[in-house]
């Protein structure tokens, strides 16, 4: 029998030098191995790919093009800066995205946090990201590099500007490992989406408002403080090294090379702090409660019995369930961006504020699937219909408590920008009725066409309930056009009519129909949901 | 005998699978009753119907004499649940829930503070009332589900599966909380498939396998001549030991 030496093993390599080619390899590895999956995914990867270098490719002949325009430095400057924000925000929504991102990986193996960032910083230049930002760098300094002082600081610059943005992605990501891993995280990552869905509206605006005006000069007061934040800074060196503006630009070099300097030290502060302490789950066990979060503030405003706690329960879940919060989230913005959007651009009416009312009257819809399978402790409760009544009611009255001021307020905004001030009662009385009758097939609508909504992920129907939410949605929704025609009607004949003097009447109309309709869809579903409390749960019970 | 419940040719089919078919089944109040089976007998759909949370296809059910679908009222009022796989509010803290719970019930305010004191403080989850449930370990959850249950002291509790998942520690005080609570004559009815539990906890037991009742009756009558309640459980839903030596016999010491 042979005996075999056993095999030592060596130092862990705790250099820079030594560590940097083992992490470029297995970021290498791992990109190859992107290809390796099943024939669809492989194809995805690859068109992605392709995709995004064709789009730096035309990025760079864009910025090329710029070469020579009075704009350009603008332009560059503000673009550094979109990409910056783009790397720093890019680990929180993509935690899984790059592998070699996530810290808690690495906590095992026997190394020192110094090296290692270094090592992990040579290795994230490796990728597609990296190639595609060195397009744009490369394309921004040519665009703005006039004379051989101004080229040699772009070479520093674009250097700089690509270290600043990837070790701000490590950075950031090495920071909030420990959010992205916890209760806290997935929560946020439900909201990221609506985060997303919010600001693109923004920019789509502020991209129409640009057009409009039909330059680029409005950007110009932008790219003055930008060009002194890092890593923009380091391309407006590029700028004033062109202008002869020598210490400026040697000041906005500087001030890059800080940031990196910065980023690196909180980065490897955070990666020593992961590899020291506990992970996540482990503190959140051993955490006592440290808010002293009494329950008495709120419930004393709220009436006694089950209303007020009804409706304590409804505005507590609509700050802490995460999908629920995005759901109102979204309808509160919707329901200001419109009205407000398109009065901003003149193309508004100020009937466009009963978008509020409409949209905040969605969040009636699907009551008990909110609720989740723990409606069973509310269907253990309700014995009769009064009880379901009641249980309507508050959820109702809770939704009220933010809607009423808010529609209010958005019409109030909406008409002071359009500046129609005679139409206000109008449209008050027309935002009330139509948020009593979305209030109304809302609530019939939850009692009959109740759904499953996912807790996690971005879905907000459980799969095969598709078909119910769109009947309870569309179907309520038609409904409720229906139930607040009469007053559509009254309205346009006053118009058309010429009774111009009367319209203020509509205010009150509005208000009592919407009222009526409100009590009358209440009282028609409470009984349908007293009957349905088994089929209620079982349906909102699949997600 | 005192009926704390009483079931009459209950059944209910999901689609081709027949989760309970026809049981009858009478349990007397005052006592600490399990209902045993292997996973997928039909346990949590027979407490759900029971319960008022599932709507049985056939049959009848009535809690301290008055029927759960006829007369919801009188019923609901009378029991507390815990059901296995049903989420609490989890995004309301412990105490939250408790006075939510409470105030839905009816409880007077004051009252409903009172005794959530008291259960958080026996169940031991003082120290984690004002933490979220969401951030609450299993055993934790169970407690909590507990003391909501118990909060309008019923008549009747149903327990399905507490003990699932539970740390030894928390199980001993809901234990400690459930004995106390029969020997005031309340009745328990609980569903395990941990055979030493039920027969350490309960006088009285019913046997559930493939959606029928297999016997019932008090601890010494279902167990018979068997040595243990697992082996007259065993002997009941017709799964004997394994057969010796026919198979994995290379498993274990020996020649590898």
């Not at chain 1, 783009?86 to 020192?112: H, K």
């Not at chain 1, 490369?138 to 674009?158: E, K, T």
């Not at chain 1, 009220?400 to 019409?411: F, K, N």
């Not at chain 1, 009774?499 to 205010?507: E, G, I, M, R, S």
């Amino acid at each position: 029998m042979s005996t075999t030496t056993p095999v030592k093993p060596t130092a862990p390599p705790n250099t820079t030098a030594a560590l940097t080619p083992v992490m470029v390899r297995l970021k290498l590895s791992l990109l190859r191995n992107g290809l390796r999956q099943s024939a669809g995914r492989r194809a995805a990867y690859i068109a992605s790919m392709v995709f995004s270098l064709l789009f730096a490719a035309l990025q760079l002949l864009g910025l090329l093009l710029l070469r020579g325009h009075e704009h350009a430095a603008t332009v560059v400057v503000l673009l550094t800066a979109v990409l910056a924000l783009g790397w720093a925000v890019m680990p929180l929504f993509f935690p899984s995205g790059d592998e070699t991102l996530d810290p808690t990986r690495l906590v095992m193996l026997p190394l020192r946090a110094k090296p290692l960032v270094g090592a992990l910083l040579a290795a994230s230049l490796v990728g597609i990201g990296p190639l595609f930002t060195l397009c744009l760098v490369l394309g921004s300094v040519i665009a703005v590099a006039h004379g051989a002082a101004a080229v040699v600081v772009g070479v520093f610059a674009g250097v700089l500007t690509i270290l600043v943005c990837v070790a701000l992605a490590r950075a950031v990501a090495a920071a909030n490992t420990r959010l992205l891993t916890s209760r806290k995280g997935r929560d946020l990552a439900v909201l990221s989406g609506l985060i997303i869905a919010v600001g693109a509206q923004v920019v789509n605006f502020g991209a129409q408002r640009l057009g409009r005006a039909g330059g680029l000069e409005p950007l110009e007061p932008y790219a003055d403080v930008v060009r002194w934040i890092p890593p923009a800074s380091s391309i407006a060196a590029v700028d004033s090294a062109g202008d002869g503006a020598y210490p400026v630009a040697l000041a906005q070099l500087a001030l890059s090379a800080l940031a990196l300097g910065a980023l690196l030290w909180w980065w490897q502060r955070s990666l020593t702090r992961l590899m020291t302490m506990p992970d996540g789950s482990t503190l959140a066990a051993a955490e006592q409660s440290a808010d002293k979060e009494r329950s008495t503030g709120l419930s004393r405003l709220l009436p006694a019995g089950r209303t007020g706690t009804a409706m304590e329960r409804t505005l507590r879940y609509v700050w802490r369930d995460p999908k629920t919060k995005a759901a109102w989230v979204t309808s509160l913005a919707i329901g200001l961006i419109v009205p407000v959007f398109n009065a901003l651009q003149g193309t508004g009416s100020v009937y466009f504020a009963c978008f509020a009312a409409g949209m905040l009257g969605t969040q009636m819809y699907n009551q008990f699937g909110q609720d989740t399978s723990a409606f069973w402790m509310v269907a253990m409760t309700i014995s009769s219909p009064r009880d379901a009544y009641l249980e309507l009611r508050a959820r109702a009255l809770a939704l009220l408590v933010v809607t009423l001021p808010y529609a209010a307020l958005v019409t109030l905004l909406t008409t002071g920008m359009i500046g129609d001030w005679g139409a206000l009662p109008e449209t008050f009385g027309l935002s009330f009725a139509l948020l009593g009758a979305m209030l109304a097939t809302g609530a019939w609508a939850s009692a009959s066409y109740a759904y499953s909504i996912p807790q996690e992920g971005h879905k907000n129907v459980a799969p095969g309930q598709a078909g119910l939410a769109w009947i309870s949605i569309f179907g309520g929704m038609l409904a409720a056009a229906v139930i607040c025609a009469p007053l559509l009607a009254l309205t346009i004949w006053m118009h058309l009519s010429g009774a111009h003097d009367w319209l203020w009447l509509l205010l009150p109309i509005g208000t009592a129909y919407g009222w009526l309709v409100t009590l009358g869809g209440l009282r028609l579903a409470a009984p349908r949901t007293a009957n349905r409390l088994p089929e209620i749960l079982a349906a909102v019970s699949k997600g | 005998m005192d009926e704390a419940v009483r079931v009459e040719g209950l059944w209910k089919r999901f689609g081709e699978q027949i989760a309970v078919s026809g049981i009858d089944l009478v349990l007397p109040a005052g006592k600490f009753i399990g209902l045993v089976g292997p996973n997928g007998a039909g346990k949590t759909t027979t407490l759900s119907m029971v319960t008022g949370l599932l709507r049985p296809d056939q049959g009848s059910v009535h809690v301290v004499g008055h029927d759960v679908w006829r007369d919801p009222a009188e019923v609901k009022a009378r029991i507390g649940v815990l059901p296995e796989g049903l989420r609490l509010f989890e995004r309301l803290s412990g105490r939250e829930l408790l006075e939510y719970t409470g105030r839905l019930r009816g409880l007077p305010g004051e009252e409903v503070d009172k005794r959530a004191t008291q259960l958080l403080d026996v169940l031991d989850l003082a120290g984690s009332q004002h933490k979220l449930v969401v951030d609450y370990s299993t055993g934790m959850r169970k407690k909590i589900g507990l003391a909501s249950a118990l909060l309008h002291n019923p008549e009747v509790l149903f327990l399905d599966e507490p003990f699932e998942g539970v740390d030894p520690v928390s199980a001993q005080t809901i234990r400690v909380v459930l004995e106390r609570y029969t020997a005031s004559g309340a009745t328990v009815v609980f569903s395990s498939h941990v055979m030493e539990l039920v027969e350490s906890l309960c006088d009285w037991v019913a046997v559930m396998a493939a959606g029928r009742i297999r016997a019932q009756g008090t601890l010494e009558e279902v167990r018979g001549d068997a040595t243990s309640l697992q082996d007259a459980f065993l002997e009941l839903v017709g799964a004997g030991g394994l057969q010796d030596g026919s198979s994995l016999d290379w498993l274990g010491g020996g020649a590898r």
